[in-house]
Protein backbone atom coordinates (compact mmCIF):
# COMPACT_ATOMS: atom_id res chain seq x y z
CA UNK A 1 0.00 0.00 0.00
CA UNK A 2 2.68 2.59 1.22
CA UNK A 3 4.80 2.12 -2.24
CA UNK A 4 1.73 2.39 -4.58
CA UNK A 5 0.92 5.42 -2.30
CA UNK A 6 4.33 6.66 -3.10
CA UNK A 7 4.50 6.26 -6.49
CA UNK A 8 1.16 7.46 -7.12
CA UNK A 9 3.07 10.93 -4.96
CA UNK A 10 5.90 11.36 -7.60
CA UNK A 11 3.19 10.56 -10.50
CA UNK A 12 1.02 14.01 -9.33
CA UNK A 13 4.25 15.83 -8.68
CA UNK A 14 5.88 14.95 -12.02
CA UNK A 15 2.37 16.16 -13.69
CA UNK A 16 2.04 19.48 -11.97
CA UNK A 17 5.63 20.36 -12.63
CA UNK A 18 5.14 19.07 -16.36
CA UNK A 19 1.88 21.06 -16.64
CA UNK A 20 2.94 24.27 -15.15
CA UNK A 21 6.45 24.14 -17.23
CA UNK A 22 4.81 23.67 -20.72
CA UNK A 23 2.20 26.56 -19.28
CA UNK A 24 4.61 28.51 -18.82
CA UNK A 25 6.63 28.34 -22.12
CA UNK A 26 3.50 28.29 -24.32
CA UNK A 27 2.72 31.70 -22.58
CA UNK A 28 6.75 33.02 -22.85
CA UNK A 29 6.23 32.11 -26.51
CA UNK A 30 3.08 33.69 -27.00
CA UNK A 31 4.16 36.60 -24.68
CA UNK A 32 7.18 37.18 -27.35
CA UNK A 33 5.61 37.15 -30.38
CA UNK A 34 3.08 39.66 -28.89
CA UNK A 35 6.08 42.04 -27.24
CA UNK A 36 7.73 41.43 -31.10
CA UNK A 37 4.23 42.85 -32.88
CA UNK A 38 4.13 45.85 -30.31
CA UNK A 39 7.89 46.53 -30.58
CA UNK A 40 7.54 46.19 -34.30
CA UNK A 41 4.51 48.81 -34.80
CA UNK A 42 5.79 51.16 -32.07
CA UNK A 43 8.97 51.76 -33.89
CA UNK A 44 7.31 51.62 -37.78
CA UNK A 45 4.76 54.33 -36.12
CA UNK A 46 7.77 56.61 -34.41
CA UNK A 47 10.40 56.30 -37.53
CA UNK A 48 8.07 55.95 -40.32
CA UNK A 49 9.78 57.39 -43.41
CA UNK A 50 8.46 59.77 -45.60
CA UNK A 51 6.18 58.59 -47.86
CA UNK A 52 8.10 58.89 -51.40
CA UNK A 53 7.30 57.48 -55.03
CA UNK A 54 9.79 55.39 -56.38
CA UNK A 55 9.80 53.50 -59.67
CA UNK A 56 11.88 49.87 -59.90
CA UNK A 57 13.45 48.68 -62.59
CA UNK A 58 12.44 44.65 -62.49
CA UNK A 59 14.94 42.67 -63.56
CA UNK A 60 12.78 40.13 -65.64
CA UNK A 61 15.33 37.41 -66.14
CA UNK A 62 16.14 37.47 -62.06
CA UNK A 63 12.08 37.16 -61.72
CA UNK A 64 11.69 34.44 -64.22
CA UNK A 65 14.67 32.31 -62.77
CA UNK A 66 13.06 32.37 -59.30
CA UNK A 67 9.90 31.50 -60.46
CA UNK A 68 11.55 28.80 -62.37
CA UNK A 69 13.03 27.32 -59.04
CA UNK A 70 11.30 24.40 -57.29
CA UNK A 71 9.95 26.02 -53.78
CA UNK A 72 10.95 24.66 -51.11
CA UNK A 73 8.22 23.83 -48.84
CA UNK A 74 8.81 24.14 -44.77
CA UNK A 75 6.34 21.75 -43.14
CA UNK A 76 6.12 22.47 -38.67
CA UNK A 77 5.93 20.07 -36.26
CA UNK A 78 3.52 19.43 -33.22
CA UNK A 79 1.90 22.84 -31.70
CA UNK A 80 3.85 24.67 -34.61
CA UNK A 81 2.74 27.36 -36.65
CA UNK A 82 2.97 28.59 -40.44
CA UNK A 83 3.51 32.43 -42.09
CA UNK A 84 1.11 34.80 -40.87
CA UNK A 85 0.65 33.08 -37.42
CA UNK A 86 2.07 34.71 -33.96
CA UNK A 87 2.85 37.81 -35.68
CA UNK A 88 6.24 38.09 -37.14
CA UNK A 89 7.60 34.93 -35.31
CA UNK A 90 9.29 32.45 -37.49
CA UNK A 91 8.94 28.54 -36.32
CA UNK A 92 11.85 27.83 -38.42
CA UNK A 93 13.86 30.71 -36.82
CA UNK A 94 14.18 32.36 -39.86
CA UNK A 95 15.50 29.69 -42.06
CA UNK A 96 13.25 30.57 -44.59
CA UNK A 97 15.42 33.51 -45.42
CA UNK A 98 18.02 31.45 -46.28
CA UNK A 99 16.66 30.73 -49.81
CA UNK A 100 14.62 32.71 -52.36
CA UNK A 101 11.68 30.46 -53.14
CA UNK A 102 10.66 28.97 -49.71
CA UNK A 103 6.90 28.61 -48.98
CA UNK A 104 5.83 27.77 -44.73
CA UNK A 105 2.40 26.79 -44.86
CA UNK A 106 0.02 27.32 -41.50
CA UNK A 107 -1.19 23.63 -40.86
CA UNK A 108 -3.31 22.72 -38.12
CA UNK A 109 -1.12 22.03 -35.18
CA UNK A 110 -2.51 19.56 -32.99
CA UNK A 111 -4.81 17.84 -36.46
CA UNK A 112 -4.58 13.70 -37.69
CA UNK A 113 -1.85 13.54 -40.05
CA UNK A 114 -4.12 12.74 -42.74
CA UNK A 115 -5.93 16.42 -41.94
CA UNK A 116 -2.72 18.24 -42.37
CA UNK A 117 -1.77 16.14 -45.63
CA UNK A 118 -5.22 17.36 -47.00
CA UNK A 119 -4.62 21.08 -45.97
CA UNK A 120 -1.23 21.15 -47.42
CA UNK A 121 -2.60 19.98 -50.66
CA UNK A 122 -4.68 22.42 -51.13
CA UNK A 123 -2.50 25.69 -49.51
CA UNK A 124 -0.42 24.69 -52.67
CA UNK A 125 -2.90 24.24 -55.40
CA UNK A 126 -5.68 25.88 -54.37
CA UNK A 127 -9.56 25.45 -53.79
CA UNK A 128 -11.96 24.28 -50.82
CA UNK A 129 -9.85 21.59 -48.66
CA UNK A 130 -11.52 18.31 -48.82
CA UNK A 131 -10.89 16.09 -45.88
CA UNK A 132 -12.86 13.28 -47.99
CA UNK A 133 -16.26 12.03 -47.30
CA UNK A 134 -15.38 8.47 -45.74
CA UNK A 135 -12.49 9.85 -43.61
CA UNK A 136 -15.09 12.80 -42.37
CA UNK A 137 -18.61 10.89 -41.78
CA UNK A 138 -15.81 8.62 -39.51
CA UNK A 139 -14.40 11.14 -37.87
CA UNK A 140 -17.71 13.29 -37.22
CA UNK A 141 -16.29 16.33 -38.30
CA UNK A 142 -17.07 18.09 -42.33
CA UNK A 143 -15.57 16.99 -45.19
CA UNK A 144 -14.75 20.51 -46.39
CA UNK A 145 -12.41 23.50 -44.62
CA UNK A 146 -10.58 26.32 -45.27
CA UNK A 147 -10.88 28.04 -48.87
CA UNK A 148 -7.40 28.51 -50.29
CA UNK A 149 -8.55 31.26 -53.16
CA UNK A 150 -5.33 31.15 -54.71
CA UNK A 151 -2.98 28.09 -54.25
CA UNK A 152 0.92 29.04 -53.75
CA UNK A 153 2.18 26.58 -56.38
CA UNK A 154 -0.81 26.18 -58.76
CA UNK A 155 1.63 24.86 -61.37
CA UNK A 156 2.38 21.80 -59.05
CA UNK A 157 2.61 18.64 -61.64
CA UNK A 158 5.39 16.09 -62.17
CA UNK A 159 6.85 18.37 -64.59
CA UNK A 160 6.92 21.02 -61.64
CA UNK A 161 7.81 18.61 -58.10
CA UNK A 162 8.42 20.06 -54.54
CA UNK A 163 10.97 19.84 -51.77
CA UNK A 164 9.61 19.43 -48.70
CA UNK A 165 11.56 19.89 -45.32
CA UNK A 166 9.38 18.82 -42.40
CA UNK A 167 10.33 18.39 -38.78
CA UNK A 168 9.05 16.79 -36.42
CA UNK A 169 5.56 15.14 -37.32
CA UNK A 170 5.92 17.62 -40.51
CA UNK A 171 7.82 14.74 -42.03
CA UNK A 172 5.26 12.17 -41.89
CA UNK A 173 2.71 14.25 -42.92
CA UNK A 174 4.98 15.03 -46.32
CA UNK A 175 5.05 11.00 -46.41
CA UNK A 176 1.32 10.78 -46.05
CA UNK A 177 0.46 13.61 -48.87
CA UNK A 178 2.83 12.08 -51.24
CA UNK A 179 1.31 8.30 -51.11
CA UNK A 180 -1.80 10.28 -51.32
CA UNK A 181 -0.34 11.47 -54.59
CA UNK A 182 0.71 8.17 -55.89
CA UNK A 183 -2.83 6.86 -54.76
CA UNK A 184 -4.87 10.02 -56.72
CA UNK A 185 -7.01 10.65 -53.15
CA UNK A 186 -8.06 14.50 -54.38
CA UNK A 187 -10.97 14.67 -56.10
CA UNK A 188 -10.79 16.70 -59.44
CA UNK A 189 -7.18 15.47 -59.99
CA UNK A 190 -6.62 12.78 -61.64
CA UNK A 191 -3.07 13.03 -62.98
CA UNK A 192 -1.34 13.57 -59.60
CA UNK A 193 1.78 10.88 -58.82
CA UNK A 194 4.31 10.47 -56.62
CA UNK A 195 7.08 12.26 -58.93
CA UNK A 196 4.78 15.57 -57.53
CA UNK A 197 7.49 15.35 -54.49
CA UNK A 198 11.19 15.85 -55.54
CA UNK A 199 12.51 15.16 -52.13
CA UNK A 200 11.63 15.10 -48.43
CA UNK A 201 14.00 15.97 -46.10
CA UNK A 202 13.08 14.84 -42.29
CA UNK A 203 14.53 16.89 -39.73
CA UNK A 204 14.17 15.32 -36.31
CA UNK A 205 10.71 13.62 -38.19
CA UNK A 206 8.07 11.25 -36.22
CA UNK A 207 8.56 8.40 -38.78
CA UNK A 208 8.23 5.57 -36.62
CA UNK A 209 6.40 6.98 -33.84
CA UNK A 210 7.80 7.64 -30.47
CA UNK A 211 7.86 6.62 -26.48
CA UNK A 212 6.85 10.11 -25.37
CA UNK A 213 3.07 9.46 -26.58
CA UNK A 214 2.63 6.92 -23.55
CA UNK A 215 4.79 8.86 -20.62
CA UNK A 216 2.53 11.96 -21.76
CA UNK A 217 -0.53 10.28 -21.41
CA UNK A 218 -1.60 7.62 -24.49
CA UNK A 219 -2.47 4.55 -23.50
CA UNK A 220 0.29 1.11 -24.57
CA UNK A 221 -2.10 -0.92 -24.87
CA UNK A 222 -3.52 0.48 -27.65
CA UNK A 223 -1.63 3.43 -28.57
CA UNK A 224 -4.96 5.53 -29.27
CA UNK A 225 -6.79 6.04 -25.73
CA UNK A 226 -6.12 8.60 -23.00
CA UNK A 227 -5.26 7.80 -19.24
CA UNK A 228 -7.57 9.18 -16.75
CA UNK A 229 -4.70 11.57 -15.22
CA UNK A 230 -2.27 12.84 -17.65
CA UNK A 231 -0.68 16.02 -19.28
CA UNK A 232 -2.49 15.10 -22.17
CA UNK A 233 -5.97 15.21 -20.66
CA UNK A 234 -5.18 18.71 -19.29
CA UNK A 235 -4.00 19.54 -22.85
CA UNK A 236 -7.80 18.18 -24.18
CA UNK A 237 -9.01 20.49 -21.88
CA UNK A 238 -7.19 23.48 -22.79
CA UNK A 239 -7.98 23.02 -26.56
CA UNK A 240 -11.23 22.36 -26.18
CA UNK A 241 -12.23 25.40 -24.31
CA UNK A 242 -9.90 27.70 -26.30
CA UNK A 243 -11.94 26.48 -29.54
CA UNK A 244 -14.92 26.77 -27.42
CA UNK A 245 -14.86 30.01 -26.24
CA UNK A 246 -14.00 31.40 -29.77
CA UNK A 247 -12.25 34.46 -29.46
CA UNK A 248 -11.71 35.61 -33.31
CA UNK A 249 -9.00 37.51 -32.81
CA UNK A 250 -6.79 35.13 -30.49
CA UNK A 251 -7.43 32.35 -32.90
CA UNK A 252 -6.33 34.55 -35.89
CA UNK A 253 -2.99 34.89 -34.11
CA UNK A 254 -2.86 30.86 -33.10
CA UNK A 255 -4.81 28.04 -34.26
CA UNK A 256 -5.10 24.49 -32.98
CA UNK A 257 -6.25 23.63 -36.60
CA UNK A 258 -10.24 21.97 -35.05
CA UNK A 259 -11.94 24.50 -37.04
CA UNK A 260 -13.94 22.09 -39.26
CA UNK A 261 -14.76 20.17 -35.89
CA UNK A 262 -17.09 22.77 -34.94
CA UNK A 263 -16.10 23.44 -31.45
CA UNK A 264 -17.36 26.91 -31.29
CA UNK A 265 -20.11 27.80 -28.73
CA UNK A 266 -21.69 29.32 -31.78
CA UNK A 267 -22.31 26.26 -32.92
CA UNK A 268 -22.64 23.58 -29.99
CA UNK A 269 -24.02 25.76 -26.81
CA UNK A 270 -23.15 24.10 -23.44
CA UNK A 271 -24.90 20.64 -24.45
CA UNK A 272 -21.88 20.53 -27.10
CA UNK A 273 -19.46 21.62 -24.18
CA UNK A 274 -20.32 18.58 -22.14
CA UNK A 275 -20.23 16.09 -25.02
CA UNK A 276 -16.94 17.36 -26.15
CA UNK A 277 -15.42 17.17 -22.24
CA UNK A 278 -16.80 13.81 -21.76
CA UNK A 279 -15.18 12.32 -25.21
CA UNK A 280 -18.57 12.12 -26.75
CA UNK A 281 -17.67 14.57 -30.04
CA UNK A 282 -14.72 16.01 -31.24
CA UNK A 283 -10.87 14.89 -32.20
CA UNK A 284 -10.57 13.36 -28.99
CA UNK A 285 -13.57 11.15 -29.39
CA UNK A 286 -12.99 7.44 -30.55
CA UNK A 287 -11.89 8.02 -33.14
CA UNK A 288 -8.95 9.55 -32.18
CA UNK A 289 -8.24 12.16 -34.98
CA UNK A 290 -5.87 14.47 -34.05
CA UNK A 291 -1.86 14.31 -34.08
CA UNK A 292 -1.22 12.10 -30.60
CA UNK A 293 -2.39 8.96 -31.65
CA UNK A 294 -0.76 9.25 -34.88
CA UNK A 295 2.65 9.69 -32.88
CA UNK A 296 2.47 6.94 -31.22
CA UNK A 297 3.96 3.42 -31.91
CA UNK A 298 1.18 1.98 -32.70
CA UNK A 299 -0.46 4.80 -34.60
CA UNK A 300 3.04 5.28 -36.66
CA UNK A 301 3.24 1.12 -38.17
CA UNK A 302 -0.53 1.83 -38.70
CA UNK A 303 0.35 4.52 -41.02
CA UNK A 304 3.63 3.20 -42.08
CA UNK A 305 2.02 0.24 -42.97
CA UNK A 306 0.51 1.69 -46.53
CA UNK A 307 3.37 4.16 -46.87
CA UNK A 308 6.26 3.58 -49.58
CA UNK A 309 9.75 5.24 -50.23
CA UNK A 310 9.33 5.71 -54.01
CA UNK A 311 11.83 4.81 -56.30
CA UNK A 312 12.30 8.50 -58.20
CA UNK A 313 11.96 10.25 -54.83
CA UNK A 314 15.29 11.37 -52.67
CA UNK A 315 15.21 11.18 -48.76
CA UNK A 316 17.47 12.13 -45.94
CA UNK A 317 16.89 12.41 -42.76
CA UNK A 318 18.31 14.30 -39.56
CA UNK A 319 17.98 12.43 -36.37
CA UNK A 320 18.39 13.99 -33.37
CA UNK A 321 20.00 12.64 -29.85
CA UNK A 322 21.02 14.39 -26.68
CA UNK A 323 21.25 10.90 -24.79
CA UNK A 324 24.82 9.14 -23.85
CA UNK A 325 25.30 5.85 -22.40
CA UNK A 326 28.59 6.35 -19.75
CA UNK A 327 30.60 3.55 -19.79
CA UNK A 328 28.22 1.16 -21.78
CA UNK A 329 25.94 1.57 -18.76
CA UNK A 330 22.65 3.43 -18.18
CA UNK A 331 21.11 6.03 -20.92
CA UNK A 332 21.36 9.16 -19.55
CA UNK A 333 21.04 12.79 -20.51
CA UNK A 334 24.56 14.34 -22.69
CA UNK A 335 25.33 17.37 -19.71
CA UNK A 336 22.81 19.98 -18.74
CA UNK A 337 23.84 23.17 -20.85
CA UNK A 338 23.27 21.82 -24.25
CA UNK A 339 19.82 20.48 -23.62
CA UNK A 340 16.37 23.02 -23.89
CA UNK A 341 15.45 23.30 -20.11
CA UNK A 342 11.65 21.89 -21.32
CA UNK A 343 13.42 19.01 -22.51
CA UNK A 344 15.98 17.90 -20.09
CA UNK A 345 13.57 15.58 -17.72
CA UNK A 346 11.94 14.70 -20.87
CA UNK A 347 15.78 13.13 -22.22
CA UNK A 348 15.67 11.61 -19.20
CA UNK A 349 12.39 9.81 -19.16
CA UNK A 350 12.38 8.87 -22.38
CA UNK A 351 16.13 6.67 -21.77
CA UNK A 352 14.70 4.76 -18.70
CA UNK A 353 10.82 4.41 -19.98
CA UNK A 354 10.08 0.68 -20.42
CA UNK A 355 6.81 -0.73 -22.31
CA UNK A 356 4.57 -2.37 -19.95
CA UNK A 357 5.30 -6.17 -19.54
CA UNK A 358 1.76 -7.00 -18.76
CA UNK A 359 0.56 -6.09 -22.27
CA UNK A 360 1.74 -7.24 -26.05
CA UNK A 361 4.74 -5.48 -27.31
CA UNK A 362 4.39 -2.52 -30.03
CA UNK A 363 5.69 -5.34 -32.32
CA UNK A 364 7.84 -8.17 -32.76
CA UNK A 365 11.19 -7.83 -31.77
CA UNK A 366 10.39 -4.52 -29.96
CA UNK A 367 13.21 -3.94 -27.12
CA UNK A 368 13.37 -0.96 -24.48
CA UNK A 369 16.87 -0.83 -25.21
CA UNK A 370 16.52 0.38 -28.95
CA UNK A 371 14.62 3.15 -28.30
CA UNK A 372 16.17 4.89 -24.90
CA UNK A 373 18.39 7.27 -27.22
CA UNK A 374 16.23 10.54 -27.61
CA UNK A 375 16.00 14.68 -28.22
CA UNK A 376 13.69 15.26 -25.56
CA UNK A 377 10.11 14.32 -27.85
CA UNK A 378 11.74 11.57 -30.20
CA UNK A 379 13.45 8.39 -30.05
CA UNK A 380 16.42 8.26 -32.04
CA UNK A 381 15.68 5.16 -33.74
CA UNK A 382 12.48 6.29 -35.07
CA UNK A 383 14.02 9.42 -36.65
CA UNK A 384 16.38 7.62 -39.10
CA UNK A 385 13.83 6.13 -41.49
CA UNK A 386 11.02 4.34 -41.89
CA UNK A 387 11.69 1.02 -40.34
CA UNK A 388 8.57 -0.37 -38.54
CA UNK A 389 6.66 -2.70 -39.65
CA UNK A 390 8.80 -2.76 -42.72
CA UNK A 391 12.35 -1.32 -43.02
CA UNK A 392 12.90 0.40 -45.76
CA UNK A 393 16.29 0.58 -47.66
CA UNK A 394 18.87 3.68 -45.77
CA UNK A 395 22.46 4.36 -45.63
CA UNK A 396 23.86 6.13 -42.95
CA UNK A 397 26.21 9.40 -43.15
CA UNK A 398 28.68 10.84 -41.61
CA UNK A 399 29.38 13.91 -44.00
CA UNK A 400 27.06 14.79 -46.42
CA UNK A 401 29.66 14.16 -49.36
CA UNK A 402 29.56 10.74 -48.47
CA UNK A 403 26.43 10.51 -50.13
CA UNK A 404 27.01 11.97 -53.88
CA UNK A 405 26.25 11.43 -56.35
CA UNK A 406 22.76 11.19 -54.93
CA UNK A 407 20.65 8.29 -55.83
CA UNK A 408 16.75 8.19 -55.12
CA UNK A 409 14.73 5.51 -53.35
CA UNK A 410 16.84 5.54 -50.32
CA UNK A 411 16.99 7.46 -46.83
CA UNK A 412 20.00 8.65 -46.69
CA UNK A 413 20.10 9.86 -42.51
CA UNK A 414 22.68 11.26 -40.33
CA UNK A 415 22.78 11.42 -36.71
CA UNK A 416 22.94 14.42 -35.17
CA UNK A 417 24.22 16.07 -31.46
CA UNK A 418 20.84 18.82 -30.62
CA UNK A 419 17.56 18.27 -28.86
CA UNK A 420 14.04 18.51 -30.54
CA UNK A 421 13.50 22.28 -31.01
CA UNK A 422 17.44 23.04 -31.71
CA UNK A 423 16.42 23.88 -35.04
CA UNK A 424 13.43 25.80 -34.52
CA UNK A 425 11.97 28.85 -32.84
CA UNK A 426 15.44 29.98 -31.28
CA UNK A 427 18.21 30.48 -33.69
CA UNK A 428 20.68 31.48 -31.25
CA UNK A 429 20.63 28.18 -28.99
CA UNK A 430 21.66 26.26 -32.15
CA UNK A 431 24.43 28.95 -33.18
CA UNK A 432 26.60 27.83 -36.14
CA UNK A 433 25.00 24.21 -36.23
CA UNK A 434 21.83 25.81 -37.38
CA UNK A 435 23.48 27.17 -40.22
CA UNK A 436 25.57 24.61 -41.31
CA UNK A 437 22.45 22.32 -40.95
CA UNK A 438 20.12 24.63 -43.28
CA UNK A 439 22.59 25.47 -45.61
CA UNK A 440 23.40 21.78 -46.45
CA UNK A 441 19.45 21.32 -47.03
CA UNK A 442 19.11 24.49 -49.09
CA UNK A 443 22.43 23.59 -51.21
CA UNK A 444 21.29 20.16 -51.68
CA UNK A 445 18.01 21.27 -52.70
CA UNK A 446 19.58 23.23 -55.37
CA UNK A 447 22.95 21.39 -56.57
CA UNK A 448 22.58 18.00 -56.12
CA UNK A 449 18.55 17.03 -56.41
CA UNK A 450 17.19 16.95 -59.88
CA UNK A 451 15.84 14.80 -62.17
CA UNK A 452 16.66 16.36 -65.22
CA UNK A 453 19.41 19.16 -64.96
CA UNK A 454 20.39 21.44 -62.04
CA UNK A 455 18.58 24.14 -61.05
CA UNK A 456 20.85 27.55 -61.42
CA UNK A 457 20.19 30.05 -58.47
CA UNK A 458 19.10 33.27 -59.69
CA UNK A 459 22.44 34.92 -58.51
CA UNK A 460 24.53 32.37 -59.87
CA UNK A 461 23.34 32.80 -63.29
CA UNK A 462 24.16 36.51 -63.52
CA UNK A 463 27.36 35.83 -62.71
CA UNK A 464 27.71 33.16 -64.86
CA UNK A 465 26.74 35.31 -67.61
CA UNK A 466 29.15 38.31 -66.56
CA UNK A 467 31.82 35.53 -66.41
CA UNK A 468 31.20 34.78 -70.07
CA UNK A 469 30.86 38.45 -71.11
CA UNK A 470 34.19 39.32 -69.67
CA UNK A 471 36.09 36.66 -71.64
Known sequence: MVPWLMVSAIQVVELSVSSVVHMFYGLYIFSSAVAGDLTQSLSESIFKPKSTIEVKQIDQEKTTDVNDLPPIVLVHGIFGFGKGRLGGLSYFAGAEKKDERV?????????????????????????????????????????????????????????????????????????????????????????????????????????????????????????????????????????????????????????????????SRKKTGVRGLVDLLLGNAGPFAACGDWILPDLSIQGSMTLNASLQTFPNTFYFSYATKRTTKPLGMMTVPSGVMGIHPLLFIRVLQMSQWQFPRDIPLPYKGYRDEDWQDNDGALNTISMTHPRIPVEHSSLILRSDSDCLPLQPGIWYYKIVEADHIMFIINRERAGVEFDLIYDSIFERCRKHVFRKAPQTLPNEAQHQERGGQEE
Not at 177 to 206: C, H, I, P, R
Request: glycine residues 10%; negative net charge.
Open 103 to 263: LVPDLGSLTSVHDRARELFYYLKGGLVDYGEEHSKACGHSQFGRFYEKGEYQEWDEDHPIHFVGHSAGAQVVRVLQQMLADKMFEGYENTNENWVLSLTSLSGALNGTTRTYIDGIQPEDGKSLKPISLLQICKLGVIMYDWIDIPWLKSYYNFGFDHFNM
